[in-house]
Structures are given as structure tokens and as C-alpha cells.
């Protein structure tokens, strides 16, 4: 059973997609967009912003697998076989049960006010904006990246649980792009967004439960062969055997 295949792909992306639909990230991408390309939000424009802002998910990404790398290898040092699985399993779905909860308890679901970390970060360049993101708001993106991590403490080597957690961070860094690109648009889109973060952040909170005993149950695999027979009846990639 490996979750850095099959089924565990789209729900490392989707975990990062949560993580930046949350309610304390979602808030800043205006004004991290802005940091990273040294602008005013009337001044965004596509060729601009696309550079550094690859540079800035470039840099929090690099973090956030290096320390989920370190993560799995400390599952790894300390769990093997059936009682990794378990812990796991449990560990994904508290996390998936705090994201749940977010929208009913107010301290899960508080924004993040860092004006003056944005305004110090920005003058480092978008490297130093990348990194500041992954440390201040490791707390907040902490439950889905550690269910992530958690999952690739499960994978059969340190390149597949770097792969899982490089999807993770493309779940998070694509929307930012996105917005950059179609500041516009995508922000009006948002806004749409915060009006319904509860069925948001419950659906992701409740996709995490699901993985998590599914691989409590040892079901995981069983889902990944099911997915595995239905891409090759369709005659789409395999991404159990791609990975």
C-alpha cells in the first residue's frame, strides 16, 4: 500500500487546494501577490507577477517537502507494518476532524493578520516571501500538510513520499498562480469562496476522514486496484504504476 499512488494523488492536490481555500491563507493571496512582485493591486499584471511568483511557490514548496521528508522519515524510525498503518490512519483523521470543526469553532477558522510580515518579507525578494509563508503558516496549513506527511510516511521510498508531498504543494501553489495571472477574475472568484467556507472546508475536512480509514482499514489498496482496473478499462495513465 502505497499513498503516493492512485487515489492518494488527487487527494494530496485537493489537500493542498484546501489549504489555500482556508480562511487564514485565502484572505492573504492579494496581498502576498503583491509582496512577491513588488506592485499595488492595481498595478498586477500577468508578465509581471508570473516570475516571482513562481519563485515564491518554488521556495515554500522546497520547504514544506523537506519537511514533510523529515516527517516521514521520523514515521518510518518509529513505525513499521500494521501499527503504522493504524497510526496513520488515525493521525489523518483527526486532522480531516479539525477541518470539520473549523467552521464551527472561531480559532480554527480565524484569519491571519500579517501585514508587517509581508512588508519585511517582500523587501528579501520572492525566495524570502516563499519561505516566510512556510514557516509562519505551517500552524494553519498544519492539519492537511500533516495528514499528507502522514500518508507519505506510508510510501515504499523517500522519492514517492517527496512525490505526494510535491502534490500537496501543487494544490497549493496552481490557485496562486492562477489568481496572479487572473487577478481579476480569480478574485471575484474568492470571494464566492468565502461565502461558503463551511461546505468547503467541511468537504476537505471530510475526504481526509475518508483516507485516513481507509487506511486504518487496509482498504486503501484495495480502492487503489479498483481505480488502477477502471483508468485501464478507459485506457488512461496508470498512476499507480507512473509513480
Not at 113 to 134: D, I, K, M, N, Q
Request: some cysteine.
Amino acid at each position: 500500500m502505497d499513498a503516493a499512488s492512485g487515489i492518494g494523488i488527487p487527494v494530496a492536490f485537493g489537500a493542498g487546494l484546501v489549504s489555500f481555500l482556508s480562511p487564514c491563507v485565502l484572505p492573504l493571496v492579494p496581498g502576498y501577490i503583491c509582496a512577491v512582485a513588488g506592485v499595488t493591486p492595481g498595478e498586477i499584471r500577468a508578465r509581471r507577477v508570473i516570475g516571482p511568483s513562481l519563485a515564491f511557490v518554488g521556495s515554500f514548496s522546497a520547504i514544506f517537502i523537506a519537511l514533510g521528508l523529515l516527517g516521514q522519515q521520523a514515521i518510518h524510525g518509529a513505525l513499521t507494518g500494521t501499527t503504522a498503518l493504524k497510526v496513520t490512519g488515525a493521525v489523518i483523521v483527526a486532522m480531516g476532524v479539525l477541518f470539520v470543526a473549523a467552521p464551527f469553532v472561531p480559532w480554527l477558522a480565524r484569519e491571519w493578520h500579517a501585514a508587517r510580515l509581508l512588508e519585511r518579507a517582500g523587501r528579501g525578494g520572492p525566495v524570502l516571501t516563499g519561505a516566510a509563508f512556510a514557516l509562519a503558516w505551517t500552524p494553519c496549513t498544519g492539519p492537511t500538510l500533516g495528514a499528507i506527511t502522514t500518508a507519505a510516511g506510508t510510501s515504499s521510498s523517500a522519492a514517492h513520499g517527496a512525490f505526494l508531498l510535491a502534490i500537496y504543494c501543487a494544490g497549493l501553489a496552481v490557485p496562486f498562480l492562477i489568481t496572479g495571472l487572473a487577478f481579476g477574475k480569480a478574485t471575484a472568484a474568492l470571494a464566492v469562496v468565502k461565502r461558503h467556507y463551511p461546505v468547503v472546508i467541511g468537504t476537505g475536512g471530510v475526504v481526509l476522514i475518508a483516507m485516513g480509514i481507509l487506511i486504518w482499514t487496509g482498504e486503501f489498496t484495495q480502492l487503489n486496484v479498483t481505480v488502477d482496473h477502471w483508468l485501464n478499462t478507459l485506457h488512461l495513465p496508470n498512476l499507480s504504476s507512473d509513480t
